[in-house]
């Protein structure tokens, strides 16, 4: 019986090659979309505080209860949400 090779090792395949250049062009498609996603989530975010947390950690919350809720394997509950966005907004 012969050992097949492990398939990490050789020559990359063009199926393998293939689909990482589609992701990566997939990716670059999804860019411009993602910054204005951010930059109205901040416009909107300095209406309740600061410049400065509104760019920094209630954007950055946002985005990941965003990647969360995306691609997670538990979506962030409305309450984790707002609880949290309610303590970088009014920390008093």
Do not use: C, W
């Not at 050992?3 to 498609?29: I, M, Q, Y």
């Not at 954007?59 to 394997?73: D, H, Y």
């Amino acid at each position: 019986m012969r050992a097949r090779p492990h398939p990490n090792k050789g020559s990359v395949d063009g199926a393998r090659t293939g689909a990482v250049r589609t992701t990566v062009e997939s990716l670059a498609a999804l860019r411009p979309i993602a910054d204005r996603y951010i930059e109205l989530s901040t416009q909107t975010l300095t209406r309740y505080t600061d410049p400065i947390t509104a760019t920094t950690t209630a954007a950055v919350a946002m985005n990941g209860f965003t990647l969360r809720g995306l691609a997670g394997a538990h979506t962030p509950r409305r309450t984790d949400i707002e609880n949290t966005l309610r303590r970088i907004l009014n920390p008093h």
